[in-house]
């Protein structure tokens, strides 16, 4: 990626793991609505995401919802609220059924072995769950013993993503995070032995110290491990939104010319590897599930990524847990101890959200093409929205910018993100984001 284009395209933007995104959610959708939108369900299939927002320890760089917690009163307190909001959606949507289970965090793993399997449990027994079902759970090799393993064996979880960022020691202390190769090993066998067959690894580039002789020595750890899937993620460093950011130096920081020359080297190393890439930041096997959809256009991109879900349908369950309906976005309270008290009076924590307008749904669809498969027939979407395509594109002023810079080319009524343009996905979409200003805020950086 050439210096020019670099400082044109280096500015905060969305990573559109939503359209609207999380940034437009409001106080008008409350927990009224969501009980009406989760009864709209009927007896679809939705993915169910299940948030514990604790971990061991913290890492500097993390902007995920969570906290450092070892209370085993605090542990056993959140499991019960969980059970409690997984009632609370059986009474609102009854007859939904389970069709993939996804545990996020924070490390879900923190809860511990008996309270994982009881909330499990609990989920199983209140609703229809798919047969074939897939379920993926975080963790952290760091504190993944036999116990855990086992106990996730027997909850049914089916992948497992093993957290690792990098493993450069100097790296490693600048955000709080040592790892060995060696531990994350033992514990991928550990899991392994357990019966648990598939998992990803999920790395960071542009943390603080890195360069690219370390990163390249992180992906011959990684690739050694042979996992089925990566997920490789540009840091996003926000101290204003997430205050132990403060405490990584913000000169240490690899500038955006570093930051794409380290995304340019993780495609090159996993490509050579074997692996294909399936949209703007995953790689998987090329028989792995994840790559299938992709290559038959079935990809979903939402909170937790690039997914192969048939259903578009997300029920977010636990603090700060955002759940995707059929009229729009709801989110939960994002603290764990609102997120109870809310739940104890027998009412989902809903807090914020967004009603889907007709808008939103026409250029939510043109950003999922263009995310998960760099193209999109832009009149074949407006047909199925009752649009018109003329006032879409006159509407869509940054657009011929983008084509100019080759970033995207548009042949009749087809758009498509150039292999130039591909690292800058995200900067095409935002052409297309009615409510995206382009100022600083929240998003990370382009680049």
Known sequence: MDARTVAAYDRPVPRYTSYP????????????????WLAGLGSRAATFYLHVPFCRRLCFYCACHTVAMNRQDTLEDYASALKAELEIVARAAPDVVVGSVQWGGGTPSQLGAERLVSVGRRL?????????????????????????????????????????????VAVQQAINRLQSPEDTAAALQRLRRAGIRHFNIDLVYG?????????????????????DRFAVFGYAHVPWMKPRQKL???????????????ADLVERRLLAAGYVKVGLDHYARPGDRLARAAAERRLRRNFQGYVAD?????????????????????QNAAEAGPY??????????TVRGIAWSEAD?????????LMCHFEVDLADV?????????????????????????????????????????PLVRSVCAAFDRHYTGGEGRHARGI
């Open 207 to 227: 943390l603080p110290l890195q360069t690219l002789e370390t990163l390249s020595s992180t992906l011959d750890a990684a690739i050694a491990l042979g996992p």
């Open 340 to 349: 109870a008290r809310a739940v104890a009076q027998g009412v989902r924590p």
């Open 21 to 36: 995104t999380a940034a437009q959610f409001g106080p008008s959708v409350g927990p009224a609505e969501d009980a009406a």
């Open 310 to 330: 048939e259903q578009p349908w997300v029920v977010g369950i636990g603090a700060s847990a955002i759940s995707c309906l059929p009229q729009g976005y709801t």
């Open 124 to 168: 199983s027994a209140l609703f229809d769950v798919r047969c074939g079902r897939e379920m993926s759970m975080e963790a952290d090799p760091r504190f993944c013993d036999e116990a855990l393993a086992d106990a996730m064996a027997a909850l049914g979880v089916t992948r497992v993503s093993l957290g690792v960022q990098d493993f450069d």
């Open 382 to 422: 407006c047909h199925r929205h009752g649009a018109t395509l003329k006032p879409l594109l006159s509407d869509v002023a940054g657009l011929p910018a983008l084509i100019d810079d080759g970033l995207a080319a548009l042949d009749g009524t087809r758009l498509s993100i150039t292999e130039r343009g591909r």
């Open 248 to 262: 990584i130096d913000g000169a240490t920081l690899p500038n955006a010319m570093a930051r794409a020359a380290m």
């Open 361 to 369: 749904r026409l250029r939510g669809d043109i950003i999922n093409e």
